[in-house]
């Protein structure tokens, strides 16, 4: 049974930093990428990041220079450190596995509530 657990969000001020952890039990973590995605109050839901059990790491345009994903196979853990938050970063954020065949986000946590005052 795969779980995927998020924590670390909260309420930041313009400007500030959180950092995402996404703890990862039921699978062999280290085989797979795992992404970040988030979505906000009357919108869809976005990617924002993504890191391959490479480590190759891609992001949205809107979040690149400001977010950086990570992982820490040993703890089975992703983590999403951002950085100069904007208040458009408000959202909930949502840990994801990837799949390589077929290509798809097949297994999400339950999401953890970032807000970003102005």
């Known amino acids: 049974q795969v779980q995927l657990v998020e924590s670390g969000g909260g309420l930041v001020q313009a400007g500030g930093s959180l950092r995402l952890s996404c703890a990862a039990s039921?699978?062999?973590?280290?085989?797979?990428?795992m992404g970040w995605f988030r979505q906000a109050p009357g919108k869809e839901r976005e990617f924002v990041a993504d890191?391959?059990?490479?480590?190759?790491?891609t992001y949205a345009d809107s979040v690149k220079g400001r977010f950086t994903i990570s992982r820490d196979n040993a703890k089975n853990t992703v983590y999403l450190q951002m950085n100069s938050l904007k208040p458009e970063d408000t959202a909930v954020y949502y840990c994801?596995?990837?799949?390589?065949?077929?290509?798809?986000?097949?297994?999400w946590g339950q999401g953890t509530q970032v807000t970003v005052s102005s």
């Open positions: 994801a596995r990837r799949r390589i065949m077929p290509y798809k986000y097949d297994y």
């Open positions: 039921g699978l062999t973590f280290s085989s797979y990428a």
């Open positions: 890191i391959s059990s490479g480590d190759s790491t």
